[in-house]
């Protein structure tokens, strides 16, 4: 399971108190800004954490380092997760303790040194630093895409490597956000991203056509959504990471066995490729940092523009071809 992504572990109810924690919460989540998804795997994971101290007759406000790393056990030897649903599960209660020291409910984060001593990786188990993220060269990319027989399928994971867009940016598009006549993609504004404006290429063009008129097949008609599930509603985040390492691990680019980061082909990695091959084919930095979208770090942007037919042309320049056939 891919980092962000809302294990299968059925919580059990949460006491009255624990409720009226996790409402507020959920509302301060809200209120940063955080996506609809990400704040109810947040609430997800902490039901499940609260379900842990309920059993041992510990309270939230009680929790300290050996509590945590007996945590970090029972996760991993009986609820038998992955080390990425671990680091789900960490980053949602280091976010609830931020809140609860912010709400002076608590005088520290608690959370913050286990992680920093426990959750980092070795070679083949928790503890050392984890490895760069799984890059594949453009022949391997095309190998992946050409590979992939179903038009929807085939659909996303072009879209994600041939515009670099984030996974949740790409389950919030709607039909109506495609323009096929100039090529080009208007995302949903978030907290993350500064340009919404992307472009696509004539390889990517025919396959989402080709989707356009499939998906008619499959789309409930009160779904506005690009990518439909085989029941017709909205696909989410589950579904895009299953169609990315499902063709993935049939071509040999995605290892589920085992916990190295770098034998995972997942669809950030799409946008790791993005990245990597058009700054490696020579565009400007500029270029790619618009296209990705990342919020400036420095005030003086606010006076630089890029002009969109200019990051059009540089686009299409650079964007590798994968020979679609």
């Not at 795997?41 to 039901?47: L, N």
């Not at 404006?197 to 390889?203: A, M, N, P, T, Y």
Request: with cysteine; net charge positive.
């Amino acid at each position: 399971m891919e980092r962000g992504s809302v294990p299968s572990l059925a919580p059990l109810p949460s006491t009255g108190a624990d409720n009226v924690k996790l409402g507020e919460f959920k509302e301060d989540c809200k209120l940063r800004g955080m996506s609809h998804g990400s704040t109810l795997s947040y609430i997800s994971s902490i039901r499940i954490f609260m379900q842990f101290l309920d059993a041992r007759g510990k309270a939230v406000e009680g929790v300290d380092k050996i509590l945590l790393k007996a945590y970090i056990d029972h996760l991993l030897n009986e609820r038998k997760v992955a080390f990425p649903t671990l680091e789900s599960h960490f980053s949602a209660l280091s976010a609830f303790y931020d809140w609860l020291v912010f709400e002076e409910e608590m005088p520290s984060n608690p959370v913050l040194p286990v992680r920093k001593r426990y959750l980092r990786r070795y070679k083949g188990g928790v503890g050392l630093e984890q490895g760069e993220r799984k890059l594949i060269s453009v022949e391997e990319m095309a190998r992946l895409v050409n590979s992939i027989l179903n038009v929807r399928d085939r659909a996303v994971v072009l879209l994600l490597a041939k515009t670099g867009m984030r996974r949740g940016e790409l389950i919030s598009l709607d039909v109506q956000d495609v323009d096929l006549v100039k090529m080009s993609i208007k995302l949903k504004p978030t907290a993350k991203r500064s340009n919404r404006l992307l472009f696509f290429d004539e390889e990517t063009k025919r396959i989402l056509v080709e989707w356009l008129h499939m998906r008619e097949q499959y789309a409930r008609a009160d779904c506005p959504a690009l990518f439909v599930t085989e029941s017709g509603g909205r696909a989410n985040k589950n579904h895009i990471y299953g169609i990315v390492t499902k063709h993935a691990e049939r071509v040999g680019l995605h290892n589920p066995k085992v916990e190295r980061i770098e034998d995972h082909f997942t669809p950030h990695c799409c946008r790791h490729w993005f990245t990597t091959h058009l700054r490696r084919r020579g565009m400007p930095r500029e270029h790619i940092q618009e296209l990705r979208g990342d919020i400036r770090p420095d005030a003086m942007d606010i006076y630089y523009h890029l002009d969109p037919e200019d990051l059009r042309k540089s686009y299409l320049a650079y964007m590798p071809s994968l020979g679609m056939t």
